[in-house]
């Protein structure tokens, strides 16, 4: 013989019951980062689905998408980060410093744009440059083996003859990759054509 319980149970809400209302906050962190390293561990937010946004000088020091900081160049910047949920905003403030690595770069035989504050500005669709790194004493460092792509945003970058030739119609950020020498570091590309 076999029996089946069912057993039902119900929770009933006395009208004088308070609902748990947690106002909106973000608390954020202070970051030390090297050139090339990222971070997406630096706020917290009450409400998960709030929307976030970064506002901060883009001195070419640091990057944030999709909640993630790219370190790009050395140096120290003031960011501030806000929560918005249903018209309450909460918001913090915290410092990105940027420490250098053992090495360092340089864009050079530049054609078709300039190279300012880490960032790339082309002047057409199509530019064409070098890149030469440096170890910690300023010595060149001749055929360094690298690896390169588009991060973010669209475009064709290809390396042939000792020089890279990017075509893109849009921003994007391209990031460089130098394994003997665990180098790693991130250009901005601002179009203005």
Do not use: H, R, W
Not at 71 to 88: D, Q
Not at 90 to 116: C, H, P, R
Request: glycine content about 6%; aromatic content about 12%.
């Amino acid at each position: 013989m076999v029996s089946i319980i069912m057993l039902t149970v119900f929770f009933v809400k006395n009208k004088n019951d308070k609902v748990l209302n947690i106002p909106l906050a973000v608390y954020a962190n202070d970051v030390v980062l090297k050139v090339g390293e990222k971070t997406d561990k630096f706020f917290t937010v009450s409400n998960i689905e709030a929307d976030i946004s970064f506002d901060y000088q883009n001195s070419g020091i640091i990057s944030i998408e999709n909640n993630t900081i790219s370190a790009l160049s050395p140096g120290n910047c003031l960011v501030k980060v806000e929560a918005n949920y249903n018209g309450e905003v909460a918001f913090d403030q915290f410092s990105v410093k940027v420490e250098g690595s053992n090495y360092s770069f340089e864009i050079t035989n530049l054609f078709g744009g300039i190279f300012k504050n880490n960032t790339l500005i082309l002047e057409n669709n199509i530019c064409q440059f070098k890149i030469n790194i440096f170890d910690k004493e300023n010595v060149k460092i001749e055929n360094a083996l690298f690896n390169y792509e588009i991060v973010s945003g669209n475009g064709v970058l290809n390396y042939e003859m000792g020089q890279l030739m990017l075509s893109t119609n849009e921003d994007c950020i391209l990031k460089f990759y130098y394994p003997d020498y665990d180098f790693t570091f991130e250009i901005n590309v601002k179009v203005i054509v």
